[in-house]
């Protein structure tokens, strides 16, 4: 393992629990363990235990990287911290890709590989391949698949995809739900034209 690959003191990093990523900050280093603060939900420090398996994952040369970890000990202090031990490699993680834009359209997910109700959203960003969602409330999981149907202007476009990342923002008690998909050809044209007139109509507005 690359020690000088990660995290210093400081470093703000992603802690992945259960399938959802919340926010934390790196306290102290020794070796390939971290001293964390303990991710909050919204009912108060995470419930989790000594040996449970986990991500993490920052920014490292302007690249966001990940590696698997385990907790190895849970502190009683106010504010708690975690102890938790690098067990893997770290891995470039991006999870961006080709152009992107928009921004408060509708979207509706419903889960297509178990029963699950329709949860309605609305659009943080969107891409060729993924978009970001923001949800009130989520009891997604990483890898899950979804249908979505998303309203583009006076375009409707309806496709499957798969959970890649869901993140609870502590500051405003909402989750980003990140959704990767393979759309068709005719979809990836109304998502590519969408983005584009809205970035002509940005800077339109910015003259």
């Known amino acids: 393992m690359d020690r000088s690959s990660l995290p210093a003191i400081n470093t703000r990093v992603d802690v992945l629990l259960n ?24 009912r108060g420090t995470l419930a989790a235990s000594e040996g449970d398996a986990l991500e993490l994952a920052w920014l490292h040369d302007d690249a966001r990287v990940a590696a698997p970890a385990r907790l190895t000990e849970r502190t009683p ?4 911290y975690w102890g938790v031990k690098i067990v893997g490699d770290v ?11 928009g921004g408060g359209e ?7 590989d178990e029963p ?33 149907t998303i309203t583009l202007s006076e375009h409707v476009v309806c496709m499957p995809g798969q959970v890649l990342d ?15 998909y393979e759309p068709t050809e005719a979809d990836r044209r109304t998502i590519r034209s969408y983005i584009y007139r809205r970035m002509v109509e940005q800077r339109r507005r910015l003259r």
Request: proline share 5%; glycine share 8%; net charge positive.
């Open 91 to 101: 891995q470039r993680n991006t999870r961006r890709g080709f152009v992107r834009g």
């Open 166 to 180: 869901v993140r609870y923002v502590f500051e405003t008690e909402h989750f980003d739900v990140i959704v990767t």
């Open 19 to 42: 399938g959802v990523t919340y926010p934390s900050r790196v306290e102290d280093v020794e070796g390939d363990l971290l001293l964390v603060v303990a991710p909050m939900g919204r």
């Open 116 to 148: 699950g109700p329709p949860v309605n959203g609305y659009v943080m960003d969107i891409g060729e391949v993924s978009v970001r969602v923001r949800l009130l409330e989520c009891d997604y999981r990483r890898s899950q698949q979804v249908m979505m």
């Open 106 to 112: 509708r979207i509706c997910l419903q889960r297509t």
């Open 77 to 80: 202090d106010r504010p708690r």
